[in-house]
C-alpha cells in the first residue's frame, strides 16, 4: 500500500477516535428540580417561592411538536414539596397565586399537599396574590397563614361550573346521528350527542351543590373571622377587589411581594431570611419577579385542560370564566 495511503488511513483513524461525540436527544426529558437564590439574605434560613401560575389542571405542558416540556402543575408542587422537606432550612413557604383557577380536583390536590406540607414541617405558608385568585386559585388560597393582595388584585369567584357539550343542533345540521347501545338508562346522561332530562340535571345540580359546599367549608375552615352564612353571602361567584376583599375579610392584607417577605421576617424573627425557588436547569431567574407568566387568558371553550375533541369529557371547575 502506497505511503500516502497509509498516511491519509492515519488521519482518519485519528480524527474519528479523537472527536468528541454528539448525542441528540429525541423527545423531552425532565431534569430534576435545583434551587435558585433569587433574593441573598445574610443568614441561613430560607423562604420558599411557588408560584400557582395559570390554569389549575395536571396536564403536562407540551412543546410546539407535542413532545412534554414540564410535569403538571399537581405533579409539580408535589416535587418541590417533597424537595423542600428534606431541606431543615426552610423556614416558610412565599405562595405566589396569578391563577383564574381550574378543576375541582387538582386544587383540592394542591391545597391538601400545601396545607399538609405546613403541618408536617411546622412552617407558615404566606400568600400573594398578583392579578387574580379566583376560584380554584383562591381555594387553593386557603392554605395560607396569611393572603396579601396586590392594590390591583381580583379574588374572590367562590363556586363552581361544569362544562357540557351538547352537539345534537349541530349533527343534525350536517346530517350526522350518533347512536348509543347502553346497559342502563342513564349510563350516557353525560353524552354531547343530547341533551339532559330533567332527571338528569337535577343529578348534575346535586354533583355541584357538594362541590359547591366543599368550597365553603374549606373557606369557613381557614378564615376565622367568616361563618358559613357569611361566606355564602359572599360566594355567589363575583369576584372582588382588594379593597372589598380586605372589607369582607377573604384576605388578610394589601401590598406588594416585598410587603408580605418583610411581614414574613417580622413574624418568624429571622431578619437574615433569604428567598429560594426550585426550577429546571436553564430556567433562568434574576429576582423574585422573574417565573412570572403573562396575565393567564381563559376562555371556557378553548381551555387547554382536556376539554378537546380528543376528549371530550364533562368538567367540573373551580373556574372563573372570563
Given at each position: 500500500?502506497p505511503?500516502?495511503t497509509?498516511?491519509?488511513?492515519?488521519?482518519i483513524?485519528v480524527?474519528?477516535f479523537g472527536c468528541?461525540c454528539?448525542v441528540?436527544?429525541i423527545?423531552s426529558?425532565i431534569?430534576?428540580l435545583?434551587?435558585v437564590?433569587?433574593?441573598?439574605g445574610s443568614?441561613?434560613?430560607?423562604m420558599?417561592?411557588?408560584?400557582?401560575?395559570?390554569?389549575i389542571?395536571n396536564r403536562?405542558?407540551k412543546?410546539l411538536?407535542?413532545f412534554?416540556?414540564?410535569?403538571g402543575?399537581?405533579?409539580?408542587?408535589r416535587?418541590?414539596?417533597k424537595k423542600?422537606?428534606?431541606?431543615k432550612?426552610?423556614?416558610?413557604?412565599?405562595?405566589?397565586?396569578?391563577s383564574?383557577?381550574?378543576?375541582?380536583?387538582s386544587s383540592?390536590?394542591?391545597y391538601?399537599?400545601?396545607?399538609?406540607?405546613?403541618?408536617r414541617?411546622k412552617?407558615?405558608v404566606?400568600v400573594?396574590v398578583?392579578?387574580?385568585a379566583a376560584s380554584g386559585?383562591y381555594?387553593?388560597?386557603?392554605?395560607?397563614d396569611s393572603?396579601?393582595v396586590?392594590?390591583?388584585?381580583?379574588?374572590?369567584s367562590i363556586?363552581?361550573?361544569a362544562?357540557k357539550l351538547n352537539?345534537?343542533?349541530?349533527?343534525?345540521?350536517?346530517?350526522?346521528e350518533?347512536?348509543i347501545v347502553?346497559s342502563?338508562?342513564?349510563?350516557d346522561f353525560?353524552s354531547?350527542?343530547?341533551p339532559l332530562?330533567?332527571?338528569?340535571?337535577?343529578l348534575?345540580?346535586?354533583?355541584i351543590?357538594?362541590?359547591y359546599?366543599?368550597f365553603?367549608?374549606?373557606v369557613?375552615?381557614n378564615r376565622?373571622?367568616?361563618?358559613?352564612?357569611a361566606?355564602k353571602v359572599?360566594?355567589d361567584?363575583?369576584?372582588?377587589?382588594?379593597?372589598?376583599a380586605l372589607?369582607n375579610?377573604?384576605v388578610d392584607?394589601?401590598?406588594?411581594?416585598?410587603?408580605?417577605f418583610?411581614?414574613a421576617k417580622?413574624?418568624?424573627?429571622?431578619?437574615?431570611?433569604k428567598i429560594?425557588?426550585?426550577?429546571?436547569?436553564?430556567e433562568?431567574?434574576?429576582?423574585y419577579?422573574s417565573s412570572?407568566d403573562?396575565i393567564p387568558k381563559?376562555?371556557l371553550?378553548?381551555?387547554?385542560?382536556g376539554?378537546?375533541w380528543?376528549?371530550?369529557?364533562?368538567?367540573?371547575l373551580?373556574?372563573?370564566g372570563?
Amino acid at each position: 500500500m502506497p505511503a500516502l495511503t497509509l498516511r491519509i488511513l492515519f488521519f482518519i483513524v485519528v480524527v474519528l477516535f479523537g472527536c468528541s461525540c454528539a448525542v441528540i436527544r429525541i423527545g423531552s426529558q425532565i431534569e430534576s428540580l435545583e434551587e435558585v437564590v433569587v433574593e441573598e439574605g445574610s443568614g441561613n434560613g430560607k423562604m420558599l417561592l411557588i408560584d400557582i401560575d395559570g390554569p389549575i389542571s395536571n396536564r403536562p405542558k407540551k412543546t410546539l411538536v407535542g413532545f412534554q416540556s414540564e410535569t403538571g402543575m399537581v405533579d409539580r408542587i408535589r416535587e418541590i414539596l417533597k424537595k423542600a422537606e428534606n431541606d431543615k432550612n426552610i423556614k416558610g413557604i412565599l405562595l405566589r397565586i396569578n391563577s383564574p383557577g381550574g378543576t375541582v380536583t387538582s386544587s383540592d390536590i394542591i391545597y391538601h399537599e400545601i396545607k399538609s406540607f405546613k403541618e408536617r414541617s411546622k412552617v407558615k405558608v404566606y400568600v400573594s396574590v398578583v392579578d387574580v385568585a379566583a376560584s380554584g386559585g383562591y381555594y387553593v388560597a386557603m392554605a395560607g397563614d396569611s393572603i396579601m393582595v396586590h392594590p390591583t388584585s381580583l379574588v374572590g369567584s367562590i363556586g363552581v361550573l361544569a362544562l357540557k357539550l351538547n352537539l345534537e343542533g349541530l349533527m343534525g345540521k350536517v346530517g350526522v346521528e350518533w347512536e348509543i347501545v347502553k346497559s342502563t338508562e342513564k349510563k350516557d346522561f353525560m353524552s354531547p350527542f343530547r341533551p339532559l332530562t330533567k332527571e338528569e340535571r337535577a343529578l348534575f345540580q346535586e354533583t355541584i351543590d357538594r362541590y359547591y359546599d366543599r368550597f365553603v367549608d374549606v373557606v369557613v375552615l381557614n378564615r376565622e373571622r367568616l361563618d358559613t352564612k357569611a361566606v355564602k353571602v359572599l360566594a355567589d361567584g363575583r369576584v372582588y377587589n382588594a379593597r372589598q376583599a380586605l372589607e369582607n375579610h377573604l384576605v388578610d392584607s394589601i401590598g406588594y411581594l416585598q410587603d408580605l417577605f418583610g411581614l414574613a421576617k417580622k413574624e418568624l424573627n429571622e431578619p437574615g431570611l433569604k428567598i429560594v425557588t426550585y426550577s429546571r436547569p436553564r430556567e433562568y431567574k434574576s429576582n423574585y419577579y422573574s417565573s412570572m407568566d403573562s396575565i393567564p387568558k381563559v376562555n371556557l371553550i378553548n381551555l387547554d385542560m382536556g376539554f378537546d375533541w380528543d376528549q371530550i369529557s364533562p368538567q367540573f371547575l373551580f373556574l372563573w370564566g372570563q
